[in-house]
């Protein structure tokens, strides 16, 4: 019987400990890619839903895209003001008028309301209006314009007063300590990128764009008069693993509320904004006008770089606080300085006032329609309230 000799002995054991190296090594790597591959998707969890946290905001609630104005910001943090919906009046059968539980602010549109009537199951649109209760600080009430069958519920949905409800405010904040991003609103303050597999968040940044993708604001702050002119955010942060791996996530959200987008301004005295020229002009509507007093007036006064400028002054009466405020009078200046015209129109201050028509067949409007045969204003425009003794107004501009 043939037998192995110790040297075909050694060399066995030497080729079986070399595929045995190999296979250990290929096995090694296979769970080291493994190991990596998951890594990297917990990455891509974290991030993608902390993203869409900050966009879109957590079930049932507002995220960044929803934001109607933006309060304060910097490029680790930024304070908004998201709708705010009272749902805590049910119709009464006789009753009409229903206070809401916070403040509108002066010069949005008036709530939304929605009533979910007794074995339905989704809410529906109903007709109400907002009662004019002159500049009284008193909670604001809406008046329903419809029956309702009893043990209905209501709810309305409008822009919250932030100068005196401060709890209807949201920052978004990057806590460099931490290593996470938080939130803090009337709930308190808690991470949203808190997770169970241990992921940090580094390097966040916020910067804040115009309409026409530029830059607002230097070194990431901004002045309040630069506010109207943002209407996205690019968001960027590096979320970072246990093991030390790094995943960069950038985003940019659109400001479906933001002025520049709606076309919508809040006005207030003192305000500057931007408007097309008056012939390029195709809206210019003075609306939402709110908080109005017997004897109040508004003065708007439109400045271009070419041509003359000019200037709106309008008053403003009601008998008693319980009568709806009428426009009593507009006077029109061009220049200002120079009366082209006046009428006492005596309508309803709720319908607002077409910036387009005024005057016969819009003669001494703003747009094209001028006196002097040339362009009324040129070039770059800029209007500005000289006046506001009225609670609240805002102007919709369409290019």
Known sequence: MKSFTLIELLIAI??????????????????????????????????????????????????????????????DYITVV??????????????????????????????????????????????????DKGKSEALPQVFVKVALPAATRMRFTFHPDYAIDGDVAATYRYDSSEEAVLIEDKDGTRSISKNPFGVKITDFLIRYFDNSNNEVGSGGSFS?????????????????????????????????????????????????????NSADIKAFLLTNLRGIDNGDNLILEAKSDKGNDWKLSIRFSRLNMLSTPVIEQYTIEYPPGNKIYSDNPRTSAEGGLN?????????????????????????????EVKRMDIGGASVFVRP
């Open 14 to 75: 030497v080729i079986m400990i070399m595929i045995s190296a190999v296979l250990y090594f290929s096995l090694d790597t296979s769970f080291q890619s493994w190991d990596v591959s998951q890594d990297n998707l917990i990455l891509q969890q974290v991030s993608s839903r902390l993203m869409e946290e900050l966009s879109e905001g957590l079930p049932g609630g507002y995220g960044l895209r929803d934001a109607l104005e933006i309060i304060a910001g910097d490029r």
């Open 82 to 131: 998201m709708p705010w919906t009272d749902d805590s009046n049910s119709f009464h059968q006789g009753v009409a008028t229903y206070e809401l539980n916070r403040h509108i602010k002066p010069g949005t549109s008036a709530p939304i309301a929605e009533a979910l009537m007794p074995e339905q199951k989704t809410y529906q649109l109903i007709p109400a209006s907002l009662l």
């Open 224 to 276: 309040q008069n630069e506010i109207p002119q943002i209407s996205g955010l690019e968001i960027s942060f590096s979320a970072v693993s246990k093991k030390g791996n790094t995943r960069v996530t950038k985003s940019f959200i659109s400001l479906r509320n933001a002025s520049a987008h709606s076309g919508n301004f809040t006005l207030r005295e003192g305000s500057v904004i931007s408007i097309a």
């Open 355 to 383: 910036l387009l028509m005024l005057g016969p067949s819009g003669l001494y409007d703003y747009d094209t329609d001028e006196v002097t045969g040339e362009l009324a204003l040129g070039g770059r425009v800029k209007l």
